[in-house]
């Protein structure tokens, strides 16, 4: 089993929609979780991090942490094409180590 | 520009080449990274320097050999690669190892070996 579960997508959603973006984890211990944005041709960007369970907001983005199920989640409100991107989550391992989900790859059609 | 800069973008290869991969970040960093990124598969971490010295080497195959001359500077040496080893080579740094979410990426170089 992965550490880190992430589906590769595509997810192809209108413009403006409500975008969820998912990833399970395995170990519970896991306590940092990050959200990263790749566009193409780029690398990898801190979108947001969150400790532990809870929410997190940054304007049209929320990270969301749900512990008891070991799930955690980014919602993209009002998407726009400008989203477009494949989004990487990610957890810290107990050595502190970034242990990475697969990535999803995010169209946002006009 | 990011601040970590990758050399050269794009590379094909063949399987006898040698040739080398650069990273060059202008942050203050202290730790650097390199990465290989292969399609709908998790990153794959390969090597980390810390303050110039080698902490992780991930049962990376001897082809690839790194070198970090000093804290701004990152080298991936190639040598008898195979097809598989195509992929997006990523170098990353940070302020030091374990800084969460403290992680900056280069573009990347493609790799393409024939």
């Known amino acids: 089993q992965k550490e880190v579960e992430q589906d590769p997508g595509p997810l192809s959603v209108p413009e403006g929609a409500i975008v969820s973006l998912n990833c399970t984890y395995s170990?519970?211990?896991?306590?940092?979780f990050m959200w990263y944005r790749q566009y193409s041709r780029k690398g990898p960007e801190l979108l947001m991090y969150?400790?532990s369970s809870g929410n997190k907001e940054d304007g049209r983005f929320t990270a969301q942490v749900d512990k008891s199920s070991k799930y955690i989640s980014l919602f993209i409100r009002d998407s726009q094409p400008s989203d477009s991107a494949t989004y990487l989550c990610?957890?810290?391992?107990?050595?502190?180590?970034?242990?990475w989900g697969a990535g999803t790859k995010l169209i946002i059609k006009p | 520009e990011t601040g970590v800069t990758q050399t050269p973008r794009h590379l094909v290869m063949g399987m006898t080449n040698k040739k080398s991969l650069k990273c060059e970040q202008h942050?203050?960093?202290?730790?650097m990274y390199w990465y290989k990124q292969s399609a709908k598969k998790p990153l794959e971490l390969m090597f980390v320097y810390n303050f110039k010295e080698q902490t992780e080497n991930n049962s990376v195959p001897s082809r690839f050999s790194p070198e970090c001359p000093n804290s701004s500077h990152l080298f991936l040496h190639l040598h008898t690669l195979q097809p598989e080893d195509s992929a997006l080579y990523l170098c990353?740094?940070?302020?030091?190892?374990?800084?969460?979410?403290?992680?900056?990426f280069g573009s990347g170089t493609r790799l393409t070996v024939v």
């Open positions: 990353a740094s940070s302020t030091r190892t374990g800084a969460f979410g403290g992680y900056t």
């Open positions: 942050l203050g960093h202290n730790a």
């Open positions: 170990n519970s211990a896991f306590q940092y």
């Open positions: 990610a957890t810290l391992d107990s050595n502190y180590q970034l242990i």
């Open positions: 969150t400790y």
